[in-house]
Nanobody
Framework: QVQLVESGGGLVQPGGSLRLSCTAS????????VAWYRQAPGKQRDLVAE???????NYADSVKGRFTISRDNAKNTVFLQMNSLKPEDTAVYYC?????????WGQGTQVTVSS
């Protein structure tokens, strides 16, 4: 069974930066598409960024140029570097691993952008 453990969330002022990490157990990480989603209160869970195993990236328009997704297959870890944070980035951020047979979710980490 694959488990995802996220870290790096917290409270940051507008314009600040945070780096989220998500480490997976098991041996599927290198074969999976990895992604970050977020869900603000009262809203649906939306894709923030995804990264395929061959390095192709896809970002939500709202975070392009500010967020960067990356992965370290040797450490089974995916990162989300978030710069120039805005209050509207406030949400619970979820790590996701996708394979053709199954998708896995982390427990979520809160990111709050406020002065």
């Amino acid at each position: 069974q694959v488990q995802l453990v996220e870290s790096g969330g917290g409270l940051v002022q507008p314009g600040g930066s945070l780096r989220l990490s998500c480490t997976a157990s098991g041996n599927i990480f290198s074969r999976a598409i990895v992604a970050w989603y977020r869900q603000a209160p009262g809203k649906q869970r939306d894709l923030v960024a995804e990264l395929t195993k061959d390095g192709t990236t896809n970002y939500a328009d709202s975070v392009k140029g500010r967020f960067t997704i990356s992965r370290d297959n040797a450490k089974n870890t995916v990162f989300l570097q978030m710069n120039s944070l805005k209050p509207e980035d406030t949400a619970v951020y979820y790590c996701n691993l996708w394979t053709p047979s199954q998708a896995y979710w982390g427990q979520g980490t809160q990111v709050t952008v406020s002065s």
